[in-house]
């Protein structure tokens, strides 16, 4: 069955990077688009960009100069870097399977917390 | 961005019927392809996906969970609520990039 999980630090330091990977199961990258999406505690969901499974990729805007998604098909893995973190990027974040149409998210990974901090 | 706004609490009896609505600020629909869904999210737990286009029913999601609406504005039911549902409940659109979500509605028991 389809399977996604997040790694990475749990904690890092401020103005420094983060890196991320998902790990997938069940499907091919080459055929399945995915997506980072986070959620800081208590609040609402951000989408944060995805890479399509022709390896183009997509970015929010609000976060489009610090954000650089990628993957390693032959790992069946998709990597997220983000540079220059604050505390405000604090949150828990997802990777999410987009379905065919790149419409909405039918698979997630459990999520992993990312607290930024000195 | 397309901003979709929900009402941050609803409050429900068990048994009942629970209706979560969601408002675009501009339309989310194409023809008659309605770019609206709908995901449950239980404390410490990743969102799941209950409605995907407005009304179709996500694989494994009981048929007690339907959605409808077009245009702007869209609707989560619930019918009955059970204990399993409290949960929070975010809309999301694919109208345009970046795909949005709204705010979250967390169902409580009165």
């Known amino acids: 069955q389809v399977q996604l999980k997040e790694s990475g630090p749990g904690l890092v330091q401020p103005s420094q990077t983060l890196s991320l990977t998902c790990t997938v199961s069940?499907?091919?990258?080459?055929?399945?688009?995915v997506s980072w999406i986070r959620q800081p505690p208590g609040k609402g969901l951000e989408w944060m960009g995805v890479?399509?499974?022709?390896?183009?990729?997509d970015y929010n805007s609000a976060i489009k100069s610090r954000l650089s998604i990628s993957r390693d098909t032959s790992k069946s893995q998709v990597f997220l870097k983000m540079n220059s973190l604050q505390t405000e990027d604090t949150a828990m974040y997802f990777c999410?399977?987009?379905?065919?149409?790149?419409?909405?998210?039918?698979?997630w990974g459990q999520g992993v917390m990312v607290t930024v901090s000195s | 961005d397309i901003v979709l706004t929900q009402s941050p609490v609803l409050a429900v009896s068990l048994g009942q019927r629970a209706t979560i609505s969601c408002r675009a600020s501009?339309?989310?629909?194409?023809?008659?392809?309605?770019?609206m869904h709908w995901y449950q999210q239980k404390p410490g737990q990743q969102p799941k996906l209950l409605i995907y286009?407005?009304?179709n029913l996500a694989s494994g999601i009981p048929a007690r969970f339907s959605g409808s609406g077009s245009g702007t504005d869209f609707t989560l039911t619930i019918d009955p609520v059970q204990a399993d549902d409290i949960a929070a409940y975010y809309c999301?659109?694919?109208?345009?990039?970046?795909?949005?979500f709204g705010g979250g509605t967390k169902l409580e028991l009165k």
């Open positions: 999410a399977r987009m379905d065919y149409s790149g419409d909405y998210f039918d698979y």
């Open positions: 069940g499907l091919s990258l080459t055929s399945n688009s």
């Open positions: 890479i399509w499974s022709n390896g183009g990729t």
């Open positions: 501009q339309s989310v629909s194409i023809s008659s392809i309605n770019l």
């Open positions: 286009r407005a009304s």
């Open positions: 999301q659109q694919s109208r345009e990039s970046p795909p949005t």
